[in-house]
Antibody, heavy 119, light 111 residues
Framework: QITLKESGPTLVKPTQTLTLTCTFS??????????VGWIRQPPGKALEWLAL???????RYSPSLKSRLTITKDTSKNQVVLTMTNMDPVDTATYYC???????????WGQGTLVTVSS | QSALTQPASVSGSPGQSITISCTGT?????????VSWYQQHPGKAPKLMIY???KRPSGVSNRFSGSKSGNTASLTISGLQAEDEADYYC???????????FGGGTKLTVL
C-alpha cells in the first residue's frame, strides 16, 4: 500500500525559505521509473506542478519557479524534501507530494499541507 | 510553458454524457500520448482517473474514458452520477525539460 504525507510549517513569513518534507511508504525511490513530484494549489485555484525527482536522482523544475526551488531525496529515510526560497503571499497554497511511475502520472497523492505566507 | 486550456465549467444531468476538453500545443498534448486526468472533490487530494491518454487505473469506473485529437485531449464521462460532481484537471508531458503541465481545471456540475 503506497502512502505519502507532507509535513512542514503551516505559516511562513515573506522572504523566508519554506522546507517541506514528503515521507512515503509502500515503494522505493531507488526503483527504476519511480518518481516523486510536488504540486501546489492556491485556495480556489488550479493545480500547479512544481518539481519532480526521479529514481536516478534526475530533477526537473517548473520553469517559472526554477530559480527558487530545490528538490532532494533521502532514499534510506523514504523522504523527499522541497525547498522554496523567498516566499511571498502569492505562494500561499496547499502543497501536495505525489508518486509517479513511468511517466507524469501521479497515481498516489498525499493529503496535502496548507502553507500560509503572511507577516 | 503555458497551462493547458480547459473550459471553466461544464454541466449535465444524471445519466447523460459530458466531455471536457484540454487544449495544448504541438509541444505537449500534440506530441505525446501522455495526458492524464484527475478528479478532485472539495477539500480532497486529486485522484488519477485516466493516464496515457486513455488508460484507466484499477478501480476507476469504465464510465470515464479519454481520447485525443491533434493538440486537444478529451475526458468523457458517461452515465453521469451525482458523485461525479467535482473539479477535473488534465495534465500532459511536455518534454524532458518540463515533464509536467496542468490545465486550469473544469468544474463539473451534475444538475
Amino acid at each position: 500500500q503506497i502512502t505519502l504525507k507532507e509535513s512542514g510549517p503551516t505559516l511562513v513569513k515573506p522572504t523566508q525559505t519554506l522546507t517541506l518534507t514528503c515521507t512515503f511508504s509502500g515503494f522505493s525511490l531507488s526503483t527504476s521509473g519511480v518518481g516523486v513530484g510536488w504540486i501546489r494549489q492556491p485556495p480556489g485555484k488550479a493545480l500547479e506542478w512544481l518539481a519532480l525527482i526521479y529514481w536516478d536522482d534526475d530533477k526537473r523544475y517548473s520553469p517559472s519557479l526554477k530559480s527558487r526551488l530545490t528538490i532532494t531525496k533521502d532514499t534510506s529515510k523514504n523522504q523527499v524534501v522541497l525547498t522554496m526560497t523567498n516566499m511571498d503571499p502569492v505562494d500561499t497554497a496547499t502543497y501536495y507530494c505525489a508518486h509517479s511511475e513511468d511517466g507524469p502520472n501521479f497515481d498516489y497523492w498525499g493529503q496535502g499541507t496548507l502553507v500560509t505566507v503572511s507577516s | 510553458q503555458s497551462a493547458l486550456t480547459q473550459p471553466a465549467s461544464v454541466s449535465g444531468s444524471p445519466g447523460q454524457s459530458i466531455t471536457i476538453s484540454c487544449t495544448g500545443t504541438s509541444s505537449d498534448v500534440g506530441s505525446y500520448n501522455l495526458v492524464s486526468w484527475y478528479q478532485q472533490h472539495p477539500g480532497k487530494a486529486p485522484k488519477l482517473m485516466i493516464y496515457e491518454g486513455s488508460k484507466r487505473p484499477s478501480g476507476v469506473s469504465n464510465r470515464f474514458s479519454g481520447s485525443k485529437s491533434g493538440n486537444t485531449a478529451s475526458l468523457t464521462i458517461s452515465g453521469l452520477q451525482a458523485e461525479d460532481e467535482a473539479d477535473y484537471y488534465c495534465c500532459s508531458y511536455a518534454g524532458s525539460s518540463t515533464p509536467v503541465v496542468f490545465g486550469g481545471g473544469t468544474k463539473l456540475t451534475v444538475l
